[in-house]
């Protein structure tokens, strides 16, 4: 089989156009998706972030749970929790499912899936 030099020129332009048009998509949903009375929120006892069982402060991002491939993963929201570990994300989409990912350095990531928000 023969392989022109167009064809192997064109298979990263297509696949490049192909995810521009994914991110596009994901940038437009991502206003829609990040509208909402729902929101996210680690209080104590439970939901605050520690190390090691002390508070902390932690990055904590919001991304969305989806079967869409263009939607699932999308970061709409990230915040530093207040030394108590404390944290709050508003304006989500309460018909919606997130994945919650505190991250601290040097410690592993931590992650609540398919999370609904309150509202």
Sequence with gaps: MAVSFES??????????????????????RLILATGSGYLAGSFPDGITTDEGVPTSATVRVLVRSESQALDGLLLRSTVSAPSGVWEVTGLSANMRYDVVARKAERNDVIASNVAPKV
């Design 8 to 29: 192997v020129l064109w298979l990263p332009v297509r696949y490049a156009l192909e995810r521009a048009n994914l991110r596009s998509l994901a940038r437009r949903d």
